[in-house]
Nanobody
Framework: VQLQASGGGLVQAGGSLRLSCAAS????????MDWYRQGPGKQRELVGT???????NYTDSVKGRFIVSRDNVRRSVYLQMTSLKPEDTAVYFC?????????WGQGTLVTVSS
């Protein structure tokens, strides 16, 4: 299983970014996909989840600002981030749990300037 995340960068507070994660080596459409993040000096936290059926769930701090979506044809999961805040600065990882193993993308850095 390989997860390749992209789309990070530097953005001003209030701006938007869209992260992408391309997956291979798994039956993508059957799997719940997640986005995590790890800010400076912080523990990695779950940001959002999308099930195989398209149901989503988010941590409270991003509700109403972030949207997780998926494209099963492109075998990709996305994280649309709007109204970004400096506290959203983190390395963002896509993740899948498959047959008892956690698989992580390499991470993409999002920096939000005030």
């Amino acid at each position: 299983v390989q997860l390749q995340a992209s789309g990070g960068g530097l953005v001003q507070a209030g701006g938007s970014l869209r992260l992408s994660c391309a997956a291979s080596g798994l039956n993508f459409r059957l799997n719940t996909m997640d986005w995590y993040r790890q800010g400076p000096g912080k523990q990695r936290e779950l940001v959002g989840t999308i099930t195989s059926g398209g149901n989503t769930n988010y941590t409270d701090s991003v509700k109403g600002r972030f949207i997780v979506s998926r494209d099963n044809v492109r075998r990709s999961v996305y994280l649309q981030m709007t109204s970004l805040k400096p506290e959203d600065t983190a390395v963002y990882f896509c993740h899948v749990w498959l047959r008892g193993i956690d698989y992580w993308g390499q991470g993409t850095l999002v920096t939000v300037s005030s």
